[in-house]
């Protein structure tokens, strides 16, 4: 697939657009007061592979935490900021990565260039975080209602404003909880401008069907070639965005990470419970890195057949499990309570040669 070509940044070391691997963020959901909490959650989320984090930082007090996590973990943290565009230069003063400001709720433009200036003095790369709900009314003057033009419109002026100072480490979101009109604002954007594009879907619901809801917004457009970062927006564990941003990449073949589980529906021949062992096997394998086709398949009939394709995997039978790989069996007659740990010891051995 191509990809449109967008100017490239950095965010704490990590590149973003430019043709650059699409990034995988997500944002932490403890109280940024609780330092060990939130740091905890730092980790999981660096663990899960995760490659830009956001923090929300509501107060200016809040900005202490900064230098401690940047000192306890190695991720670039970006500060998430509303409103007072004071949190944003001390966010900046006490060294983080990247801010995310929404121009909407500052609402002030001589506020906004002050954050333009002290990001050029300190380097800090920002991202332009339009979002439908809060078009600044200067803006909404033009226009009947809030919709992707409005959106664009805006964006588009700040980026302005921030030329205007010298500062263009930026990118943008443009974000509605409705697909559609968040499809069309990311593609009336990307044809006016070639600043890097973070991609997601606002407030798109609990895990299972935000990351659907999801899957279907970033997915149509970086099928498009728009989007140089992504976030998966659940109510949720933020390490659940991770998963999903990542299969999201996998699937449309732009990023291969991880363990990519080919598991058969089950039908009547099952004789095992299969759910089971799949959803305990992805659990486990949950943090690998490194890409592999894995398939657990329900009998020993079709199994091996229906996944072909696969680098290893396991087909059930009504008494026992058989191992293969590329379609042939390598090894037959395996209990079945012991087949999914031979499968990932397998899986190890493929890993660590
Ligand atoms: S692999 Fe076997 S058990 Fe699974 S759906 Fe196909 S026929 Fe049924």
């Keep these: 697939m191509k990809r449109k070509k967008t100017r490239a940044i950095k965010v704490g070391g990590v590149p973003i657009g430019g043709g650059a691997p699409i990034v995988v963020q997500s944002m932490l959901k403890t109280n940024p007061e609780n330092f060990s909490e939130t740091l905890i959650q730092t980790r999981e989320l660096k663990k899960a592979g995760c490659e830009l984090v956001r923090i929300a930082l509501p107060q200016e007090e809040t900005c202490k935490i900064i230098p401690f996590l940047k000192k306890e973990v190695d991720v670039p943290i970006i500060g998430d900021i509303h409103f007072n565009h004071k949190i944003a230069l001390k966010a900046m003063e006490f060294g983080i990565d990247g801010i995310r400001i929404n121009p909407g709720t500052i609402n002030n433009l001589r506020k906004v260039k002050e954050i333009a200036v ?8 920002v991202r332009l975080g339009m979002n439908i709900g809060s078009i600044e009314k200067r803006v909404m003057k033009n226009y009947s209602k809030p919709g992707a033009d409005a959106m664009v419109e805006s964006a588009l002026y700040h980026i302005a404003l921030f030329e205007d100072v010298g500062w263009t480490e930026l990118k943008v979101s443009l974000k509605a909880s409705d697909i559609q009109e968040t499809i069309t604002a990311y593609r009336k954007f990307s044809k006016r401008s070639d600043y890097p594009l973070h991609v997601g879907i606002t407030e798109a619901g609990p895990v299972f ?10 997915g149509i457009l970086l099928n498009e070639g728009i989007g140089d970062t992504i976030r998966v927006s659940l109510t949720g564990n933020p390490v659940f965005e991770v998963i999903a941003g990542y299969h999201i990449l996998r699937d449309l073949g732009l990023r291969k990470r991880g363990i990519n589980i080919i598991s058969c529906p ?3 021949r099952t004789k095992v419970n299969l759910a089971d062992i799949v959803e305990e096997f992805e659990k486990d394998v949950n943090e690998f890195d490194q890409y592999l086709d894995v398939a657990i398949m329900g009998c020993e009939v079709n199994g091996p057949g229906e996944a072909r394709e696969a680098d290893i995997g396991l087909a059930f039978g009504a008494t026992s499990a058989m191992l293969f790989k590329k379609g042939t069996v390598i090894k037959s007659g395996i209990p079945k ?3 999914k740990n031979i499968l990932k010891e397998e899986i190890f051995n493929m890993i660590s040669k």
């Design 118 to 125: 002290m990001a050029r003095e300190t380097k800090t790369p």
């Design 209 to 218: 069907s935000g990351a659907i809801k999801s899957a279907i917004g970033i």
């Design 266 to 268: 089950t039908c009547g």
């Design 337 to 339: 309570e012991m087949a």
